[in-house]
Structure formats: structure tokens, C-alpha cells
Nanobody
Framework: VQLQASGGGLVQAGGSLRLSCAAS????????MGWFRQAPGKEREFVAA????????NYADSVKGRFTISRDNARRTVYLQMISLNLEDTAVYYC????????????????WGQGTQVTVSS
């Protein structure tokens, strides 16, 4: 599975962005999909994940109520809708694929995209 993340950019605090992650090769619907982020000087952290069927999701406490993960298996794409962005959301965002897993443990994810930068300005 190869993953290509896109949709990052510069946004003002309080604004919104939607990230996309397109998968090529492999059977996309067999994989739980996750979003992680890494801010400068910090460790990579879990953001959100969605089950392979799309029927269940998982969020970090810091983004609950502001971020929504979804997927379109026909388009082989997972999305992260982000609203009410704040300065602490500034990071490189990575999508990842895990066989039969949709939780916060990054070591369960086998495939990773290249990352897309999200910068929130005041």
C-alpha cells in the first residue's frame, strides 16, 4: 500500500482544513487508517483512526469534537476534516495504514504516507 497525503497548508486560528490520503495498490478496505502528527521538537502523536469498514472511529482527546475522520473505500481515500484549528494543531500530518487495526499505537501501522504540513497562524 502506498499512501499520498495532501491538503495541508497555512490557515488562521479558528479556520478549517480537510486532509486527504489516497492509497494505491493493496486492498484498501482491509486496512484500518490513521492520522498522526508531529510538531517540531515533539514526538509523533496519534490524532484519529477509522476501522476498515468505516463503522468505528477513534480520536485523541485533544481533537475530539473538532476533527472528523472518514473514508471512501471506493475512492481508496481517507479524510481528516479539521475545524476550529488552533496554534497547537501546527504539525506535519501523516496518514498510515494498519492491517485489521484502528487504534492509537503507531507500531501497529505498517504503511505511512509522506506527510503534509499544517500551519496555524494567529
Amino acid at each position: 500500500v502506498q499512501l499520498q497525503a495532501s491538503g495541508g497548508g497555512l490557515v488562521q486560528a479558528g479556520g478549517s482544513l480537510r486532509l486527504s490520503c489516497a492509497a494505491s495498490e493493496g486492498t484498501f478496505s482491509n486496512y484500518g487508517m490513521g492520522w498522526f502528527r508531529q510538531a517540531p521538537g515533539k514526538e509523533r502523536e496519534f490524532v484519529a483512526a477509522i476501522k476498515w469498514s468505516g463503522g468505528s472511529t477513534n480520536y485523541a482527546d485533544s481533537v475530539k469534537g473538532r476533527f472528523t475522520i472518514s473514508r471512501d473505500n471506493a475512492r481508496r481515500t481517507v479524510y481528516l476534516q479539521m475545524i476550529s484549528l488552533n496554534l497547537e494543531d501546527t504539525a506535519v500530518y501523516y496518514c498510515a495504514a494498519a492491517p485489521r487495526y484502528w487504534g492509537p499505537d503507531p507500531y501497529e501501522y505498517r504503511y505511512w504516507g509522506q506527510g503534509t504540513q499544517v500551519t496555524v497562524s494567529s
